[in-house]
Structure formats: structure tokens, C-alpha cells
């Protein structure tokens, strides 16, 4: 943990923050192992005794314990301790009480804890603390959410985004965000969700290639109209490449942070979609987080996955078996696997029963409403089973197969039909006075537009798909410049030096 706040420290004074995205990579590796009696060590080594952090801070630990002593402190205590001023120290030190006391389940204390650190929080301004606070409000929001307590935040949500946006802190931005989502997705505020999300800054996928446009048009500009400029530019060339060099390579330490974030929004925007009946949108949305989340990321990839199902059975679609049998998703993936086969059946009463035997898994996943409107899908794929095998049917029969409940469901039946053929779904006629369905005979798929409507959309997928890794390619510097041997550097060389001694001697003809 000394490695961990020495490694802050030097990024402080180093403005680098690839050293901030490691300190938090080590520390969420060190999680487990986190003990009361070592925080409170590392407390007394990193911040002033009696101090207001270091008071308040060590007011939220539970008193020593002789069990936990499993680290050595003794020769921690007894040193003379390093006192630090640094707020990126101050930050740190809150983030990693907070963790403690969530993984300890002591949710009132972490509440408290939260509060006084996104206090503090906001009369910092520092970029090399953006990192830090980005973490920090992930812990702030899970707080209260464990105690059921959101709501009561979403306002401070909206003010800390409001002063993100302006300190253009893009990290805390994109956390804060995520968070305003899952915050109005948590009470069933779609509405509102969409809202927010449509006057927000657009959220973009961050690459090398446009961290290295932002920096050249943002930071530095450049005019070469006068020549009497040529020793100016050339020193503010020196400064601009050194401070590129830390930029770029703080930029591609947090790209990371930032993918993540990106995956929460896509996957955040394909719920808001579903539920606004865009299955479409929603379906690529969903996918695409699926796609860009870290393999480690198991829990997220299967909800993902989970409302993807769900949104091609809405479109229509049979989702692939390879889907429901990826790694270490087999029995989370178990209810909706089942319920897949019910839809491509088109059995209502599977469907049914289908639906009560998992409803407190569909439940917990916030799919019920989902399912509800599957139904549909169920009698439609069933009606068109139907109208494959019967050139003639009669309408009671029909609700038979289709296992219609209804007071009167022949006149359902009739009305169902009547919908599909309208929508599409099958090609066959109503005889209303014989109460007759008559299917057409099925013609030749391939002379219809359908064939083509397919190809279409896998050729767009597949250019999407090139283009995105076109846009994450990384070259390295000056890659398509020959290397110029070592006559033409002397010869070019030469040629700078005389054209520096001509405008010299036009300098001296002036005065």
C-alpha cells in the first residue's frame, strides 16, 4: 500500500495519470486482503494525526482487532512517517475506507464515508485526481443503492455532472452519466433516462487516432504567415512535443476506464430502446456491449446477453444455440433458452408454463414486461406453423392448436388471422361465412426481396465492423516516411544553415 501511495505521489507531481489507472488496478487487486488494523496504519503513514480526513476517516474504522494483525505493521508504526499533502493522497485514502467498508457490509458507515469524500471531492480540481473520483462515484451511487436509499442522490448525481462537464473532466462525465442512467433505469424512469441522455454530451467510443485529433486541434495552434516567427515556433515545437509525449500517454493509460464506461452505455441505451419498442437500435446496442466487454466482465456480458435474446425474439428472430451455450453462461442462460424454444415452436401452453416455472428469475432480470409482449410473438410463429401444414383449416381448430383461453375463441382466432395476413406474417384468405382459413401455396423465397434484405444487412455488419478496427488501428509516428539516409540529413542540414545565414544578413540589410 506505500508502493500504491508513492506511485500517486509521483503521479501528482508528474501530472500523469496512466500512474493514477495503476495505482487503482493494484489496489482492486489488494481488495481482499484489506484489514482494519493495516488501514489504519497506513492512515497514520500517509496523513497528518489529528487532521480532519485523518479523524474522520479513522472514525469510520472498527476498533483493532487482534485477529486481523495478520501484516506486520509494527515496522510501519514505529518509522517516522512520511506526512503527505497531496489531495490525490487525501482521495486515495477515502476510496480505499469506502471499499472496506462495503466489502464489510457496513452500509450506514459507507453511506456517511461517501458523502464526506464527494464533499471534498468538489473543491478539488485537479486532472490527476479524475481517475480517483471516477471510482469514487461508482461507490457513492452503489452505497445507497445497497440501501435502497438512489433516489436520494439523484440530484447531487445532476450537480456533480454539471460540474464534470464543466471542469471537462470527460472520465467523470462518462461515470456520471452511466450512473444518472442505471439511477432512472432503477426506479423505471425510461422517460426521463431518454431525456438525459438525448441533452447530454454524445458518448463516443475513444480511440488513439482521435485522442491525437483532440490534442492537436484543442491544446496548440500554429501560424507560419511570417517568417520572423520561425525561432518562436521551433522552441514552442519543443515544449508542444514534450507535453504531447505525457498527454498521449495519459490518454492511452485511461482508454481503458473509458471502454468500460462505454459498454455500461451502450448496454443502459439498448434497455432504454427495447422498451421504446426500437428493437432494432436496442438489438445492436446490446450486442455491441456484449462484444467490447472484457472477458473478465462475465456477470455483465450475461445480462447483456440476456436482454439481446430477449429483443431478436421480439424482432422475430431464433437466436443461435451457440449463443445460450457460451462459457460459464450455460445456467444463467438456462430460463431463456427454454423460453426460446417455446417461441420457435409456437406452443402457448410451453410458454406458459414456461414463464410461471422461472417468473422470479424473469423477475429479478426486469423482464417481465418483455416476456408479456412475446406472447404475440408465440401465437403468430404458432399461426404460421399452421398455415405451412393446412391448405384448409377452420378457425376452431385453429384456436385449438393455438390453445386460446379466451371466453370466446373462435372469434379470437378469427381476429388473430385476420391480423397476421394484414401484418404479413402468413399469405393465406378468411372465409368468414364458413368460418375457413385458406392458405395460399407457398411460392419460391429466393423470387421475392427477402434473400436480398438479408445479404444487405450482413454486408453492413460487416463494414461496420471494418471500419471500427480501421478506427482503432495504431501506427507508430512518421511510420510512412522513408528514413533519410545520412548524406541527405548533412545536405539538408547544409541547406538549413545557409537559408538561416541568408535571412540573417536580410536582418542586418533592414537595419
Same mark, same amino acid.
Not at 426506479?187 to 447530454?200: G, T, V
Given at each position: 500500500?506505500?508502493?500504491?501511495?508513492?506511485?500517486?505521489?509521483?503521479?501528482?507531481?508528474?501530472?500523469?495519470?496512466?500512474?493514477?489507472?495503476?495505482?487503482?488496478?493494484?489496489?482492486?487487486?489488494?481488495?481482499?486482503?484489506?484489514?482494519?488494523?493495516?488501514?489504519?496504519?497506513?492512515?497514520?503513514?500517509?496523513?497528518?494525526?489529528?487532521?480532519?480526513?485523518?479523524?474522520?476517516?479513522?472514525?469510520?474504522?472498527?476498533?483493532?482487532?487482534?485477529?486481523?494483525?495478520?501484516?506486520?505493521?509494527?515496522?510501519?508504526?514505529?518509522?517516522?512517517?512520511?506526512?503527505?499533502?497531496?489531495?490525490?493522497?487525501?482521495?486515495?485514502?477515502?476510496?480505499?475506507?469506502?471499499?472496506?467498508?462495503?466489502?464489510?457490509?457496513?452500509?450506514?458507515?459507507?453511506?456517511?464515508?461517501?458523502?464526506?469524500?464527494?464533499?471534498?471531492?468538489?473543491?478539488?480540481?485537479?486532472?490527476?485526481?479524475?481517475?480517483?473520483?471516477?471510482?469514487?462515484?461508482?461507490?457513492?451511487?452503489?452505497?445507497?443503492?445497497?440501501?435502497?436509499?438512489?433516489?436520494?442522490?439523484?440530484?447531487?448525481?445532476?450537480?456533480?455532472?454539471?460540474?464534470?462537464?464543466?471542469?471537462?473532466?470527460?472520465?467523470?462525465?462518462?461515470?456520471?452519466?452511466?450512473?444518472?442512467?442505471?439511477?432512472?433505469?432503477?426506479?423505471? +424512469?425510461?422517460?426521463? %433516462?431518454? =431525456?438525459?441522455?438525448?441533452? #447530454?454530451?454524445? &458518448?463516443?467510443?475513444?480511440? *488513439?487516432?482521435? $485522442?491525437?485529433?483532440?490534442?492537436?486541434?484543442?491544446?496548440?495552434?500554429?501560424?507560419?504567415?511570417?517568417?520572423?516567427?520561425?525561432?518562436?515556433?521551433?522552441?514552442?515545437?519543443?515544449?508542444?512535443?514534450?507535453?504531447?509525449?505525457?498527454?498521449?500517454?495519459?490518454?492511452?493509460?485511461?482508454?481503458?476506464?473509458?471502454?468500460?464506461?462505454?459498454?455500461?452505455?451502450?448496454?443502459?441505451?439498448?434497455?432504454?430502446?427495447?422498451?421504446?419498442?426500437?428493437?432494432?437500435?436496442?438489438?445492436?446496442? +446490446?450486442?455491441?456491449? %456484449?462484444? =467490447?466487454?472484457?472477458?473478465? #466482465?462475465?456477470? &455483465?456480458?450475461?445480462?447483456? *446477453?440476456?436482454? $439481446?435474446?430477449?429483443?431478436?425474439?421480439?424482432?422475430?428472430?431464433?437466436?443461435?444455440?451457440?449463443?445460450?451455450?457460451?462459457?460459464?453462461?450455460?445456467?444463467?442462460?438456462?430460463?431463456?433458452?427454454?423460453?426460446?424454444?417455446?417461441?420457435?415452436?409456437?406452443?402457448?401452453?410451453?410458454?406458459?408454463?414456461?414463464?410461471?416455472?422461472?417468473?422470479?428469475?424473469?423477475?429479478?432480470?426486469?423482464?417481465?414486461?418483455?416476456?408479456?409482449?412475446?406472447?404475440?410473438?408465440?401465437?403468430?410463429?404458432? +399461426?404460421?406453423?399452421?398455415?405451412?401444414?393446412?391448405?384448409?383449416?377452420?378457425?376452431?381448430?385453429?384456436?385449438?392448436?393455438?390453445?386460446?383461453?379466451?371466453?370466446?375463441?373462435?372469434?379470437?382466432?378469427?381476429?388473430?388471422?385476420?391480423?397476421?395476413?394484414?401484418?404479413?406474417?402468413?399469405?393465406?384468405?378468411?372465409?368468414?361465412?364458413?368460418?375457413?382459413?385458406?392458405?395460399?401455396?407457398?411460392?419460391?423465397?429466393?423470387?421475392?426481396?427477402?434473400?436480398?434484405?438479408?445479404?444487405?444487412?450482413?454486408?453492413?455488419?460487416?463494414?461496420?465492423?471494418?471500419?471500427?478496427?480501421?478506427?482503432?488501428?495504431?501506427?507508430?509516428?512518421?511510420?510512412?516516411?522513408?528514413?533519410?539516409?545520412?548524406?541527405?540529413?548533412?545536405?539538408?542540414?547544409?541547406?538549413?544553415?545557409?537559408?538561416?545565414?541568408?535571412?540573417?544578413?536580410?536582418?542586418?540589410?533592414?537595419?
Amino acid at each position: 500500500m506505500k508502493e500504491i501511495a508513492s506511485l500517486i505521489e509521483t503521479g501528482a507531481h508528474a501530472r500523469e495519470v496512466r500512474r493514477m489507472v495503476r495505482a487503482v488496478r493494484l489496489t482492486m487487486a489488494l481488495r481482499r486482503k484489506l484489514r482494519a488494523s493495516v488501514l489504519l496504519a497506513f492512515l497514520n503513514s500517509v496523513l497528518t494525526p489529528g487532521s480532519d480526513a485523518h479523524a474522520r476517516l479513522v472514525s469510520y474504522l472498527p476498533k483493532e482487532d487482534e485477529h486481523d494483525m495478520e501484516v506486520d505493521t509494527a515496522s510501519s508504526v514505529t518509522q517516522a512517517p512520511v506526512k503527505h499533502s497531496l489531495p490525490e493522497i487525501e482521495i486515495y485514502c477515502y476510496l480505499l475506507v469506502l471499499i472496506f467498508l462495503i466489502d464489510k457490509k457496513r452500509y450506514s458507515e459507507a453511506k456517511a464515508c461517501s458523502s464526506a469524500s464527494i464533499a471534498r471531492l468538489k473543491n478539488i480540481n485537479r486532472r490527476t485526481v479524475d481517475v480517483l473520483a471516477a471510482r469514487l462515484y461508482f461507490y457513492y451511487s452503489l452505497c445507497y443503492e445497497l440501501t435502497g436509499d438512489l433516489a436520494e442522490i439523484r440530484g447531487n448525481l445532476l450537480a456533480l455532472h454539471r460540474i464534470a462537464t464543466l471542469r471537462h473532466d470527460e472520465l467523470g462525465q462518462e461515470t456520471l452519466l452511466n450512473l444518472l442512467l442505471r439511477n432512472y433505469l432503477h426506479y423505471n +424512469l425510461y422517460d426521463q %433516462a431518454e =431525456k438525459l441522455r438525448s441533452k #447530454a454530451p454524445r &458518448f463516443e467510443a475513444h480511440s *488513439n487516432q482521435q $485522442a491525437k485529433k483532440r490534442l492537436h486541434c484543442r491544446n496548440f495552434y500554429f501560424a507560419y504567415s511570417d517568417q520572423a516567427m520561425v525561432m518562436a515556433l521551433l522552441a514552442t515545437a519543443l515544449l508542444w512535443l514534450t507535453f504531447q509525449k505525457i498527454l498521449v500517454i495519459s490518454f492511452h493509460s485511461g482508454s481503458n476506464c473509458f471502454l468500460l464506461q462505454f459498454c455500461r452505455y451502450l448496454f443502459y441505451l439498448g434497455k432504454i430502446r427495447t422498451i421504446q419498442l426500437e428493437y432494432t437500435d436496442a438489438k445492436e446496442s +446490446l450486442l455491441q456491449a %456484449a462484444r =467490447k466487454a472484457p472477458v473478465a #466482465a462475465l456477470g &455483465f456480458r450475461v445480462q447483456c *446477453n440476456k436482454w $439481446a435474446i430477449i429483443v431478436r425474439l421480439l424482432l422475430g428472430e431464433i437466436p443461435e444455440r451457440t449463443v445460450f451455450m457460451q462459457k460459464g453462461m450455460e445456467k444463467a442462460l438456462r430460463p431463456y433458452f427454454e423460453l426460446t424454444n417455446a417461441v420457435r415452436i409456437g406452443d402457448l401452453e410451453l410458454f406458459r408454463s414456461v414463464a410461471e416455472k422461472f417468473s422470479s428469475t424473469f423477475s429479478a432480470d426486469r423482464t417481465n414486461n418483455l416476456i408479456v409482449r412475446l406472447r404475440h410473438n408465440v401465437i403468430r410463429t404458432g +399461426l404460421r406453423n399452421i398455415s405451412i401444414s393446412y391448405s384448409r383449416i377452420s378457425l376452431a381448430d385453429v384456436a385449438k392448436k393455438l390453445r386460446l383461453d379466451s371466453p370466446n375463441p373462435v372469434a379470437d382466432a378469427e381476429s388473430i388471422v385476420s391480423k397476421a395476413i394484414r401484418d404479413g406474417a402468413i399469405d393465406a384468405t378468411v372465409d368468414h361465412a364458413n368460418g375457413w382459413m385458406v392458405s395460399k401455396e407457398t411460392g419460391d423465397i429466393y423470387s421475392t426481396n427477402e434473400p436480398q434484405i438479408a445479404f444487405n444487412s450482413r454486408i453492413a455488419f460487416c463494414l461496420n465492423m471494418h471500419n471500427e478496427a480501421v478506427r482503432a488501428l495504431r501506427f507508430p509516428p512518421n511510420s510512412h516516411k522513408e528514413k533519410e539516409s545520412a548524406e541527405k540529413r548533412r545536405e539538408r542540414q547544409q541547406q538549413e544553415q545557409e537559408l538561416a545565414k541568408h535571412i540573417a544578413e536580410e536582418d542586418d540589410d533592414e537595419f
